[in-house]
T-cell receptor, first 114, second 115 residues
């Protein structure tokens, strides 16, 4: 079955540090890949997505590239801000199935210190 | 508001009681999802509705859990004879169509505590 593996957390960084959050996946078919973010006290929201190999999703300074050869979708940001403190979830959907749903990783908490 | 609305936001109940959690999706969204978020477990898929039918209910953990959707809109998740392990945040999400191309819009969740 489909699964998503995220690196263990939590992660604490100083403001302006470089961020990488690892995500690898196992899927049948040819999934679309997503990063969702949950800010404190808010619902999950889509951060970025990629629907085919070598696509790069980007939003709010975050980027992730769909790497089919390594089955990865690592999230990166060159300079984090305090406002980026949140829980980040990697997810995939299987496009071959009629029943579409997202499979999520366990999430990782990011704290950014001023 | 225009977002996904869930109620109650917090529910404390005693073991053995039944609870109902409500989700009001974004108007016009045909797909509706229930997930459960437990500490350290990430998001666990429960059930998916397309319109009023549920083509995938594979994530419901036991027959104590059921869900329905009426009028292609509001959905209710019912947990009968609650157990302490049911304590979690129950998240509802909706989307316009196939999630593999679109995005899910999540509510803020209903936090359930079973004493």
């Amino acid at each position: 079955g489909n699964s998503v593996t995220q690196m263990e957390g939590p992660v604490t960084l100083s403001e302006e540090a470089f961020l990488t959050i690892n995500c690898t996946y196992t899927a049948t078919g040819y999934p679309s890949l997503f990063w969702y973010v949950q800010y404190p006290g808010e619902g999950l929201q889509l951060l970025l997505k990629a629907t085919k190999a070598d696509d790069k999703g980007s939003n709010k300074g975050f980027e992730a590239t769909y790497r089919k050869e390594t089955t990865s979708f690592h999230l990166e940001k060159g300079s984090v801000q305090v406002s980026d403190s949140a829980v980040y979830f990697c997810a995939l959907s299987d496009r071959t199935g009629a029943n579409s749903k997202l499979t999520f990783g366990k999430g990782i908490t990011l704290s950014v210190r001023p | 508001g225009a977002g996904v609305s869930q109620s109650p936001s917090n529910k404390v109940t005693e073991k053995g009681k039944d609870v109902e959690l409500r989700c009001d999706p974004i108007s016009g969204h045909t797909a509706l999802y229930w997930y459960r978020q437990s500490l350290g477990q990430g998001l666990e898929f429960l059930i998916y509705f397309q319109g009023n039918s549920a083509p995938d209910k594979s994530g419901l953990p036991s027959d104590r859990f059921s869900a329905e959707r009426t009028g292609g809109s509001v959905s209710t998740l019912t947990i009968q004879r609650t157990q302490q392990e049911d304590s979690a945040v129950y998240l509802c999400a909706s989307s316009l169509g196939q999630v593999n191309t679109g995005e899910l819009f999540f509510g803020e969740g209903s936090r359930l505590t079973v004493l």
